[in-house]
Structure formats: structure tokens, C-alpha cells
């Protein structure tokens, strides 16, 4: 339902960023720099920095501290009850699973949905190397699961229904440029994808604690990704980055329109001038998106909606400086 594209003759619109020159995903990444140098001060262990282990100073107890904190030695020597403080790793290990099936080829806005993708993927990776910390990505397109993942060896990643393809986590911004390079020159392939799949490549092989960052518009079945996500919030902490449109929340009225599911390739005419039918798309795109909001909040998962229509990066700044504030507080979530 959700997944439907009108197949009307749309505005014309800039070219997917793959099919940009060099110069435009330069001047993304200038934006990016720009934007969050401006509005968040301050290095970041990552886009969710934790407490971090590393033994800091101590100081005096205070009610709500962590008792499982208490620095007994100083609390002996001075007779007051005193804390050890931690101090958060500084080289932190962030991986992206990046969606890039055929439903995120698509957007009646401002973007559309890959554009949006590989922004988000570009202020991530300039929020985690400013830092000095390394960064990888899996990148998965449509097409099935069928095709074995095949590992980045340099230059543009191998494209072809149901490639998964792995990019080694690298510190350095140069590093860190080709990641982005990468995901803004993967084709995507028509055919369903499995998010699940994709999720699952960041369990296996294990690695060591750190970020991990699923972009997508989750449109694939909860039961498919819900299950990986939980399994990766064992160790890592993870944000989900949910895509959307405003064309899959609700219908506009304007007669027969006719829309293709792109990745089946199904085609149908919907009569847009019934309001009956206008209301059940809403009520079932609320329900889908609760859906999600649920599957990730069940998974432990910060969660961040970015819409082909607003300022994604306005939002992605707003809910950074959150994360760091709740963070400030004591909170986790």
C-alpha cells in the first residue's frame, strides 16, 4: 500500500545524486560541515556517545550515582563516600546498514528518499571521523537475498539484484569520503529487498562495541528486521533512521491516479476522489508507521524520522542535541 508511486508525468527534478558530478556531492558534504560545525559545539564520541568505561577522577556521592560506580580506595582514605567518574571512548566504532531498494527511489518532495539517505549517511559519517573514530557501512539493494554479500575492494561496489555489499570500517577523512562516494554511486536494482538480511551483517562477524546505524524506510515486514535489530542492541547502540514521504502517509485528491509498486512492479488506478478511500489509506499508513515505531522502540532503538519534505538536516540537528542533552541529564533514551 505504502510502497505505491504514481507513475503520472511528475515535475522535472534534479537527477539522482548518483548521476550528479563530483562537485554536488562536494558541496552535500560542505552543507553538512557547515550546518552541524554551526549549530552543535563540541566533539562527539559518535552520534550516540555512551558513558564509556576508561577510569576517570573521582568525586563525592550524590544521590541517584550508580553504586556500582563507588571508588572504595578514596571513600576509605577520606571517610566521604566518592564515585569514580568515566570518561567516554574517543575511538568508537560506527557501522551503517544503508537500504537502498527499489521503494527508496521515490519522493514527491524536495528530495526524494535516496537523496535523503545519502544526506543522512554524509552527516553521519562527518559527525563519527570528526572525532577521530573509524566508520563502515553495508550497503544492501533490491532484487532478494538470493546473491551472496560480496565484499568492497575499492572503487565503485558491485551492483546486480540482491547485492550486499561491505565496506570496511577505516578511520580518516578520505576514508570516509569514499564510504560516501560509495553509497551515493550504488545503483539501485529493481525487486524487493530483505532489510533483514542486510541488519544481520552487522552481527556477523561480532564486533566490537560501538554504533550502529540502520537507514531505511523499514517498509519490509516487522517480522522480517525486527528480530536482527533486537539481536544488534546487544552490543551496540543503535539509531534507526526511518525515510518517508508524504505520498505513503496520506493520499492527495486529484481523480484517477495511477501508481506502481516498484519494487513488484505491480501496477493499479486508484479513484484519489473518494474520500472513504483517501481515509482508509491514512488509517492504514498511521497503523503501518506505529507498527515500526513499536518494532524499533521494542528493539531498543533510538529512532529518527526524516521526511522527503522538511529539513532533514534541521531535524538530524535537533534530535543530535537531544540525544546529547538527555545524555547530560543522566538519562538514556
Known amino acids: 500500500m505504502a510502497r505505491a508511486t504514481p507513475v503520472t508525468s511528475p515535475t522535472p527534478r534534479p537527477a539522482p545524486l548518483a548521476d550528479r558530478s563530483e562537485a554536488v556531492l562536494s558541496r552535500?558534504?560542505?552543507?553538512?560541515?557547515?550546518?552541524l560545525d554551526g549549530l552543535l559545539q563540541g566533539d562527539y564520541a559518535g552520534l550516540l556517545p555512551g558513558p564509556g568505561s576508561e577510569a576517570g577522577e573521582s568525586r563525592e556521592y550524590r544521590p541517584g550515582d550508580d553504586v556500582r560506580r563507588?571508588?572504595?580506595?578514596?571513600?576509605?582514605?577520606?571517610?566521604?563516600?566518592?564515585?569514580?567518574?568515566?570518561?567516554?571512548?574517543?575511538?568508537?566504532?560506527?557501522?551503517?546498514?544503508?537500504?537502498?531498494?527499489?521503494?527508496l527511489d521515490f519522493g514527491t518532495g524536495q528530495w526524494l528518499k535516496r537523496e535523503v539517505v545519502v544526506a543522512a549517511t554524509a552527516a553521519i559519517t562527518h559527525l563519527t571521523v570528526r572525532g577521530g573514530n573509524r566508520i563502515g557501512a553495508v550497503i544492501g539493494t533490491g532484487g532478494g537475498a538470493s546473491a551472496p554479500a560480496r565484499r568492497w575492494r575499492g572503487g565503485p561496489p558491485p551492483v546486480g539484484p540482491g547485492v550486499l555489499t561491505r565496506l570496511p570500517a577505516r578511520?580518516?577523512?578520505?576514508?570516509?569520503?569514499?564510504?560516501?562516494?560509495?553509497?551515493?554511486?550504488?545503483?539501485?536494482?529493481?525487486?524487493?529487498?530483505?532489510?533483514?538480511?542486510?541488519?544481520?551483517?552487522l552481527n556477523r562477524p561480532p564486533r566490537r562495541r560501538g554504533v550502529a546505524v540502520v537507514i531505511s524506510d523499514f517498509l519490509a515486514p516487522a517480522e522480517q528486521w525486527a528480530r536482527p535489530m533486537r539481536k544488534l542492541r546487544v552490543r551496540h547502540d543503535v539509531l534507526a533512521i526511518e525515510v518517508i514521504d508524504p505520498r505513503e502517509l496520506e493520499l492527495p485528491d486529484v481523480g484517477v491516479l495511477p501508481v506502481v509498486d516498484p519494487e513488484s512492479g505491480e501496477l493499479h488506478e486508484v479513484q484519489t476522489a473518494d474520500p472513504r478511500l483517501r481515509q482508509r489509506y491514512a488509517e492504514a499508513a498511521a497503523a503501518q508507521r506505529a507498527t515500526i515505531a513499536a518494532a524499533l522502540r521494542g528493539a531498543g532503538a533510538a529512532h529518527l524520522r526524516l521526511r522527503t519534505d522538511r529539513d532533514w538536516l534541521l531535524d538530524m540537528v535537533r534530535f543530535v542535541a537531544a540525544q546529547r542533552h538527555a545524555r547530560t541529564r543522566g538519562t538514556t533514551r
Open 28 to 35: 552535500l558534504q560542505l552543507l553538512v560541515t557547515r550546518k
Open 171 to 201: 578511520s580518516g577523512r578520505k576514508e570516509a569520503q569514499g564510504l560516501l562516494r560509495a553509497v551515493a554511486g550504488t545503483t539501485i536494482q529493481p525487486g524487493r529487498g530483505d532489510l533483514g538480511a542486510l541488519i544481520e551483517m
Open 70 to 103: 563507588m571508588d572504595w580506595p578514596v571513600t576509605a582514605r577520606t571517610t566521604t563516600p566518592h564515585v569514580r567518574r568515566t570518561v567516554a571512548d574517543r575511538e568508537l566504532e560506527t557501522w551503517l546498514a544503508v537500504d537502498l531498494s527499489a521503494s
